[in-house]
């Protein structure tokens, strides 16, 4: 093994070094229930911190601006390979540096500015990019948003149709960031093939789950499938569009030379090894105890008098509505992050206060199930966030709470956190 000469990160720049190993400590010794996080493997991370990162791609495998493509080629070429067979899909581009640019990129790819797409909105669960009116979605495109039904907060597929009709979308989202609920992707499909759109399922949050075997695929139904690739696929933090072969051309060109220069080869590098994990059987198996756990943490608050939307969760989410408890979600999520449990404040559907203070809570497995956590965690992680919500301004129960975590956290060792 050659050996290094060069001085390392913590002999050139002890303050980051320092600040890497502090946010390694928080995120082993803390639960993170954050919906959209997990911890990406030693092997996710070594190649996403890789050298590849110093080279320039431009273009596609074989048909690139730069020379000196000898290994990149291979590398993405290998991601491909490995994602198409995981989502049984025809094409796959893993250049999009994100979820947002991917989307971006579709839009580029099917629209122009002032056309009419439809989306979840916002605080029904849908995400910024499928049309809410702060994000360049709403901004350069006529968007339409459909919502849940106030009654059990799911999404209301007549009311998908009836809008559709009227307004006759080019595009059609599915998907979000805070709809606790399996996807009915053939329901979209009927819609949008009934008013001429092309759908896109944005599968972000749940591709672990559809590559797991949890969650349908919207492989066959959906004219367009985008995704991050950091969130349940417990990869790098990265971006990709699938699509069938009609389109490829029309993705591959929006996403480079249309929205992006250079492909960032250290992910693309990562996004393969996370295919390579994500293939193997053991996968299936925790994408089944993510959904499992999700299920297990939903309930446990359900008894101990909280209200989860819609009744419960068929994923790796759940919505948690404080109204009831009186105490607003921002108040409960700095204490629990006080308290050594971290995630986020969120608006619930119909909420009557505002998006910076909303009314609730997220909460999701996908990190706590990386670390081995299983049904009976689920309930003494219920346990202290139901401590910690009836005494938000409580010292003592907070650090008490923080303590036994942080105890607890160390039977659980993460994923890419050398101990
Ligand atoms: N920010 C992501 C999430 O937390 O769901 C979505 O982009």
Request: contains cysteine; proline residues 6%.
């Amino acid at each position: 093994m050659p050996s290094w000469k060069e001085p390392s990160l913590a002999q050139v720049d002890p303050e980051i070094a320092k600040l890497i190993e502090d946010e390694q400590r928080l995120e082993a010794r803390t639960i993170r229930l954050i919906p959209s996080e997990n911890y990406a493997s030693r092997a996710v991370i070594e190649a996403s911190g890789s050298l590849l990162a110093n080279k320039y791609s431009e273009g596609y495998a074989r048909k690139r601006y730069y020379e000196g493509q000898q290994i990149v080629d291979a590398v993405e070429e290998l991601a491909i390979a490995r994602m198409k067979q995981l989502f049984s899909v025809e094409h796959v581009n893993v250049q999009p540096y994100s979820g947002s640019p991917a989307n971006l990129a579709v839009y580029f790819a099917f629209c122009k500015p002032g056309d009419t797409i439809m989306g979840l909105g916002l605080p029904s669960g849908g995400h910024l990019t499928h049309g809410w009116s702060v994000s360049i979605s709403g901004a350069y495109f006529k968007a339409v948003q459909y919502g849940v039904r106030e009654s059990d907060q799911r999404i209301d597929m007549d009311q998908v149709r009836d809008l559709a009709k009227q307004h006759r979308p080019k595009l059609l989202w599915c998907g979000g960031s805070a709809y606790p609920r399996l996807l009915d992707f053939q329901a979209f499909r009927d819609i949008a093939t009934e008013v001429g759109a092309i759908l896109v399922a944005d599968i972000a949050h749940i591709a672990g789950l559809i590559a797991g075997g949890v969650h349908p695929s919207p492989n066959l139904v959906a004219d367009v499938i985008t995704t991050t690739t950091h969130k349940t696929l417990r990869g790098p933090r990265g971006g990709m569009i699938m699509c069938k072969k009609e389109h490829a051309a029309a993705i591959d060109k929006a996403v480079f030379p249309g929205l992006q220069g250079g492909p960032h080869n250290h992910t693309t590098a990562s996004i393969a090894v996370a295919a390579h994990e994500a293939l193997q059987p053991s996968f299936k198996v925790y994408a089944q105890q993510v959904v499992d756990n999700s299920k297990a943490l939903a309930s446990a608050l359900f008894e101990r008098g909280y209200h989860v939307t819609t009744g419960g969760t068929d994923n790796h989410l759940a919505l948690i509505d404080l109204s009831k408890q009186g105490v607003p979600g921002k108040v409960a999520a700095k204490a629990l992050d006080r308290a050594g449990i971290v995630l986020n404040y969120n608006s619930v559907p119909f909420d009557k206060r505002k998006p910076f203070d909303p009314s609730g809570v997220r909460i999701g497995t996908p990190a706590i199930t990386s670390r081995g956590m299983k049904e009976p965690e689920m309930a003494r992680v219920a346990e202290w966030m139901h401590r910690v919500i009836a005494k938000t301004d409580d010292d003592k129960t907070i650090d008490a709470v923080r303590g036994e975590v942080e105890e607890f956290c160390k039977a659980f060792p993460a994923p890419g956190i050398p101990t």
